[in-house]
């Protein structure tokens, strides 16, 4: 069992950056896949960004170059960096731990990112 609690999120204007941290409790955090889901008003959740047990990466097109995932497994973290903010970043931010085996997921309650024109 894994608890996730995101933050981070706030109001940025266009071009600015913001740091969000996802912090879990439970066991074994290292096994997991990260991963940073977004929702924006209307719109279904779309995959962000993931990153691997092993520390391997990959992003959604549209934040490439400007958004970076990481984790800190001595501190049961992960992390998203976003840089360059663009109004249609803005949605509620989930933090995702999964693990293949037994196709376990944990979600956390999200944070709100708003990016203003």
């Known amino acids: 069992q894994v608890q996730l609690v995101e933050s981070g999120g706030g109001l940025v204007q266009t071009g600015g950056s913001l740091r969000l941290s996802c912090a879990a409790s439970?066991?074994?955090?290292?096994?997991?896949?990260m991963g940073w889901y977004r929702q924006a008003p209307g719109k279904q959740r779309e995959l962000v960004a993931r990153?691997?047990?092993?520390?391997?990466?990959d992003y959604v097109e549209s934040v490439k170059g400007r958004f970076t995932i990481s984790r800190d497994n001595a501190k049961n973290t992960a992390y998203l960096q976003m840089s360059s903010l663009k109004v249609e970043d803005t949605g509620v931010y989930y933090c995702?731990?999964?693990?293949?085996?037994?196709?376990?997921?944990?979600w956390g309650p999200g944070t709100q990112v708003t990016v203003s024109s």
């Open positions: 995702n731990a999964w693990y293949a085996v037994g196709a376990r997921t944990y």
């Open positions: 439970g066991s074994r955090f290292s096994i997991y896949v």
């Open positions: 990153i691997t047990s092993g520390g391997g990466t």
